[in-house]
């Protein structure tokens, strides 16, 4: 018997891929995996792909059930985790793939959620300088934002080297619908995504607030687009250098240089776009660095697996730093394709 672990919220498409994924992992055990109004039913009349599961059925999501886990995964509805995770005891580490513990800053909170602030958790993003560290050492990590790994992952080693300007960030990022979530909405429906792209919450998307506080950038213009595919998210973010003598170059070496040891981030040779295709499954982020010709800005683009590194992949290589485990543990930087 491995470390026990628990799944709120495993009904969802991010609690489905934590499920997916812990199922192939020799050293954590599903204990539960709960579930609001799906309590009762089978794991396989949700996800029929997650044959191993066999007659597990969700339990109800109660402190009770969770409590009798060493590790607890929380994919909830943002605002749900807060209240759930104050019922839990502080021996069960717990990962909040939600929003409610991610920002540092109360009055960024209220902008960006409304609500009262939970409070802030360890940041779970691994390839943050120190981070690792403080993941490792933490019972309680708040796990990144989606878009926000996409973009953090871009843009943090560019500011930290003093390549660009931290005032002037624009990013265009398109998501697949699985983002959404899996609650029945009429613009998700297939009718309705297929063959279309479509703005949403451009100007206010609330992993904006995380991005900044993660980069240090001053100020971010997001426009989100909802794209018609299942799964992944391609980032194009660009800055202004603050100098006319940067390079493509000099950016890739900097990504390079950031990234040289991280198992999961990889900078594209010179040439090669991301693919949202590429990363599908995996835990991986592909980077790509330019500099445009016409307006000198600086361009990088990023892609991943939205439910991978956005989510639960990320979750899961939160959780094997705070178990003690190898953070590779379970994890794949391979994509499937086609």
């Not at 639960?312 to 953070?327: F, P, R, S, T, V």
């Amino acid at each position: 018997m491995g470390i026990s672990v628990a799944v709120a919220g495993a009904s969802g498409y991010a609690g489905g891929e934590l499920l997916r994924l812990l199922a192939g992992h020799p050293g954590l055990d599903v204990v539960a995996a709960t579930a609001h109004a799906n309590a009762g039913q089978r794991i396989t009349e949700l996800h029929p792909n997650l044959v191993s599961y066999g007659e597990l059925r969700f339990s109800d999501t109660s402190p009770g059930v969770l409590a009798a886990a060493d590790l607890v995964f929380l994919a909830l509805p943002h605002g749900a985790s807060a209240t759930l995770a104050a019922e839990l005891p502080e021996s069960v580490k717990i990962v909040d793939l939600g929003a409610d513990f991610r920002l540092t800053d109360a009055a960024a909170w209220q902008r960006y959620y409304g609500g009262p602030h939970a409070g802030s958790w360890t940041y779970g993003l691994p390839e943050l300088p120190g981070q690792r560290t403080r993941i490792a050492a933490s019972g309680r990590v708040a796990n990144t934002g989606c878009y926000a790994v996409s973009i953090i992952t871009a843009l943090a080693p560019l500011i930290a080297a003093g390549l660009v300007e931290v005032d002037d960030v624009v990013v265009v990022a398109s998501s697949g619908t699985s983002g959404a979530g899996r609650s029945a909405k009429l613009n998700l429906l297939a009718s309705e995504v297929a063959g279309d792209l479509s703005g949403y919450k451009v100007g206010a998307h609330q992993h904006v607030a995380e991005i900044l506080q993660a980069t240090g950038a001053r100020s971010v213009s997001m426009t989100p687009i909802l794209a018609p595919m299942p799964r992944g998210i391609l980032s194009t973010v660009t800055a202004r250098p603050v100098s006319t003598s940067v390079t493509s170059h000099d950016i890739r070496e900097v990504l390079i240089r950031a990234y040289a040891d991280e198992p999961f981030i990889h900078v594209l040779p010179a040439g090669r776009q991301p693919h949202t295709a590429a990363t599908a499954g995996s835990n991986s982020v592909h980077l790509q660095a330019e500099v445009d010709i016409s307006s000198g800005r600086v361009i990088v683009t990023s892609a991943i697996d939205n439910l991978g590194k956005g989510a639960a992949g990320q979750a899961l290589q939160n959780a094997n730093l705070m178990m003690g485990l190898d953070e590779t543990t379970g994890l794949s930087a391979n994509g499937i394709a086609p």
